[in-house]
């Protein structure tokens, strides 16, 4: 058996040598430029963040008081009166020493207000720089007493009605919409009514009221007023 080597002729092997050298170098500065790349172009990572500052509390105090009633007999203490704080509409109901007290109201311009069904409004505006004490006086309204008899005509002359349903929307403590009733002498009363027109609503089994097709009458009432009331029968 022969064997055979292969021999390369000298251009054939210059030429394979020199293809290696190149590959070499061809590899060596791909090494180098991914080097220079990674040093040139590092990761962009954004700014530090920077940290909250912790939110400090607001400065809140405690509002109090007493809230009484100037009244013909004296200033007195004044139960379920209703305190309002604007603009933040904190709300406190007095009790029956009249007292109440409101915590949390900041230390901005605030206005009180002060009210109660059939009172006067009370109002204040201030800044708290501390627990506050506040204390308001408010009046009643002023009111008059309306009052008078129910009767009919008859030959023997005016005869008292008892047991007539008065009904007035305006009137009584405080906020109205109240009843009497006639006594046996015909007389009703309504207390707490205003000056001006009062619409009466007034009925009775048998009876209607005399010169009106309705049930409805109205009193003028300017001060103390007595407004008697003629019915006739159906």
Known sequence: MTTRSLVLAP???SRLRANRNRLAIVVTLATLLTACDERRSPVFS?????????????????LSGTISEDGPTGVTPLEGAV???????????????GFYSIP???ALPITVVVSNAGYIAQSRTMTLSGDTRVD?????IVTYTLSGVVFERTVTGQVPIEGVSVYCDSCGSPVGHTFASSDENGYYSFEWTNNGSTPLWVTKAGYRLSGA???RIVATVSG???FDIEMIRR
């Open 11 to 13: 251009s054939q092997d």
């Open 224 to 226: 103390d007023t007595r």
């Open 46 to 62: 954004g700014p530090p963040a920077v940290p909250t500052p912790p939110t400090e509390p607001a400065v809140t105090y405690t």
């Open 213 to 215: 097709l309705e049930d």
């Open 136 to 140: 308001l006086q408010i009046s009643r």
């Open 83 to 97: 305190i309002v704080v604007h603009p933040s509409g904190q709300r406190a109901t007095t009790n029956r020493e």
């Open 104 to 106: 949390g109201v900041s």
